[in-house]
């Protein structure tokens, strides 16, 4: 029960968010069109964005290196567009915040589909966190989920899990930023028509899911 479990102590979160394109977006390098799009995300993310932070590869070698990068300080976020898609990554995110990374992200995303008339097609989403030890150990709190005598590691200094199923997946590891610490990465596939509301509330669920298993929960 929820009464049973302790807050957690959540360092360093990081959000990943990927998106393909139904088509590569190669003509607005070649044919020279990056203004027009820039202008786009200028409009749609203003006030977030200014001129100071937009920035581009000028002379790409080949195609895969040629990027958009818009930078976004006030919510920690960095929107990386390239021929085949766009990335998204957002540091220190906090569910307080959650309003703004969704008005954010969405609003680029549409602004983006609208201008170049290329729909997406697929997208997936990426929550990143270390966890600081409580009273109870994380060693002692995974090994209910490894059999270490079967393993013949009884005597291991930490254990970790990895959980695949279609379209999601979750991984609990030893931090390598906190000792006796733990790193949770939890990796979900959506549609290509699911909108960053829809998908957030379902990172909430798989966040609180994950940190149930540790005997955990969120503010």
């Given at each position: 029960m929820a009464d049973n479990l302790t807050l957690a102590d959540i360092?360093?979160?990081?959000l990943e968010y990927r998106a393909n394109f139904k088509e590569p977006i190669t003509s607005i390098w070649i044919?020279?069109?990056?203004?027009?799009?820039?202008?786009?995300?200028?409009?749609?993310?203003?006030?977030?964005?200014?001129?100071?932070?937009?920035t581009w590869n000028q002379n790409p070698k080949n195609l895969a290196e040629a990027h958009i990068s818009i930078s976004l300080p006030s919510i920690f976020s960095t929107i990386y567009i390239g021929i085949q898609g766009?990335?998204?990554?957002?540091?220190?995110?906090?569910?307080?915040?959650?309003?703004?990374?969704?008005?954010?992200?969405?609003?680029?995303?549409?602004?983006?589909?609208?201008?170049?008339?290329?729909?997406?097609?697929?997208?997936?989403?990426?929550?990143?966190l270390h966890l600081k030890p409580g009273e109870k150990s994380f060693r002692e709190t995974l090994t209910q989920f490894v059999n270490a005598k079967a393993l013949g590691?009884?005597?291991?200094?930490?254990?970790?899990?990895?959980?695949?199923?279609?379209?999601?997946?979750?991984?609990?590891?030893?931090?390598?930023?906190?000792?006796?610490?733990?790193?949770?990465?939890?990796?979900?596939s959506h549609g290509a028509g699911v909108r960053f509301e829809e998908m957030a509330a379902i990172l909430r669920k798989d966040e609180e899911t994950a940190l149930r298993r540790l005997g955990l929960k969120l503010e």
């Open positions: 360092q360093m979160p990081f044919d020279r069109q990056l203004g027009p799009v820039i202008d786009a995300l200028l409009k749609s993310l203003a006030p977030l964005l200014t001129f100071d932070n937009v766009v990335t998204i990554t957002a540091l220190n995110v906090n569910w307080s915040q959650a309003s703004a990374y969704v008005s954010a992200f969405q609003t680029a995303i549409d602004a983006l589909k609208s201008h170049l008339g290329n729909d997406l097609k697929d997208q997936q989403l990426t929550l990143g590691s009884e005597d291991a200094g930490f254990f970790g899990i990895s959980v695949y199923y279609p379209g999601f997946s979750f991984v609990m590891d030893l931090s390598n930023a906190f000792p006796t610490g733990i790193f949770v990465k939890l990796i979900r």
